[in-house]
């Protein structure tokens, strides 16, 4: 049988791990990006757009307001996926004993 390799294959098993592990920590890790994300995100769109277009339908907003909100929108995921990441790493690798034994509940 063919052996999963990859940084894809690994993430995605630690990310099912964490969450089977402890899904309220990491619903907790996926609310407080998501909150970083809106404060980074909201205040640069709003002032570009208004929150009329932020808000509602986005009606053909002018090419400098919306590179503006993208480029806020690219730097709020740029400051938050690195925050998910380290939260399914550090909850998804299982805990550590004093010792410097991992904890897998496994035999």
């Known amino acids: 049988m063919a052996r999963r390799?990859?940084?894809?294959?690994?993430?995605?098993?630690?990310?099912?791990?964490a969450v089977r592990a402890a899904p309220a920590t990491v619903l907790a890790g996926v609310v407080a990006g998501g909150a970083v994300s809106a404060v980074l995100t909201l205040p640069a769109s709003v002032?570009?757009?208004?929150?009329?277009?932020v808000l509602?339908?986005?009606?053909?907003?002018?090419?400098?307001?919306?590179a503006v909100a993208t480029v806020s929108d690219v730097v709020a995921s740029a400051a938050t996926l690195p925050f998910l990441a380290l939260v399914l790493v550090l909850v998804g690798a299982g805990r550590v004993r004093d010792g410097g034994d991992r904890v897998t509940g496994e035999p």
């Open 56 to 66: 509602g339908p986005l009606r053909d907003p002018d090419a400098g307001a919306f």
């Open 47 to 53: 002032a570009a757009l208004g929150a009329g277009q």
């Open 5 to 17: 390799r990859g940084a894809l294959a690994r993430g995605t098993r630690v990310g099912l791990r």
